[in-house]
C-alpha cells in the first residue's frame, strides 16, 4: 500500500504542475490554477451500451479521495447500468466536504449528445468537459481562448453597435432597438 500511495502522490502532482500558456483577460482574473477545465471522467457506458466501471475507476477514485488537489477536477458518470459499488464509492468521497467528484447522468448526456445528432456511439463515448459541458469526446473541439458574452452582444445590437460601458463603437450599426420588427 505505501508504495501505491506513493504513486499517488507524485503522479497527481505532476498533473496539477502542468506547464500552460499564460492567462489573459477574465481567465486570468477569476483563474489560480494553471489546469482549469481539465476533468477526469469515470464511470459511464462502453460504446457497446455496457457498463464502463473498472478496476481503473476506483484506483482514479483512491487518488482524488486522497490527493484532494483542487486540478483536475473529476466526475463520476452515473448510468443505470452502473454497479451501485460506483456511486457508493464517490458519496463516500463527496461526504467528506471535499466537494469532488461531481456526479453526472450518463443517460441523460447521452439522449441529449443523439438530440443534437451525435451517433449512438459518439454520445457514449462522450461526456462531461471543462466546466460542465457535454460532448462528444473526440468529434467536436472546445477551444477556450475567451469567453462569449451573448447579453454583451445583445445589449451592443440594442444600443447600434455602441458599447455603453467604454463609450465606444465596437459594434455594426444595428439602428434603433425601438424600430427592430419581429419576424415570425
Do not use: W
Request: glycine content about 10%; charged content about 25%.
Amino acid at each position: 500500500m505505501k508504495m501505491r500511495r506513493n504513486y499517488f502522490n507524485h503522479s497527481g502532482i505532476k498533473f496539477n504542475n502542468q506547464p500552460a500558456p499564460p492567462k489573459v483577460g477574465v481567465t486570468a482574473e477569476e483563474s489560480n490554477t494553471y489546469t482549469d477545465f481539465c476533468l477526469i471522467n469515470v464511470g459511464g457506458l462502453k460504446e457497446t451500451g455496457e457498463d464502463a466501471a473498472n478496476e481503473l475507476s476506483y484506483l482514479i477514485l483512491d487518488v482524488i479521495e486522497e490527493m484532494r488537489l483542487l486540478q483536475p477536477s473529476s466526475m463520476v458518470q452515473i448510468s443505470k447500468k452502473n454497479p451501485d459499488r460506483l456511486l457508493k464509492r464517490a458519496l463516500r468521497i463527496i461526504k467528506t466536504g471535499y466537494g469532488q467528484p461531481s456526479l453526472f447522468n450518463t443517460d441523460a448526456i447521452i439522449q441529449e449528445l443523439v438530440r443534437q445528432g451525435k451517433s449512438l456511439t459518439d454520445a457514449r463515448n462522450g461526456g462531461a468537459s471543462g466546466c460542465v459541458e457535454s460532448g462528444a469526446f473526440g468529434k467536436e473541439s472546445y477551444i477556450l481562448t475567451g469567453y462569449f458574452n451573448l447579453p454583451k452582444i445583445l445589449e451592443i445590437t440594442l444600443n447600434n453597435g455602441f458599447d455603453p460601458r467604454t463609450g465606444k463603437q465596437i459594434g455594426l450599426n444595428t439602428g434603433d432597438a425601438t424600430a427592430f420588427e419581429i419576424i415570425r
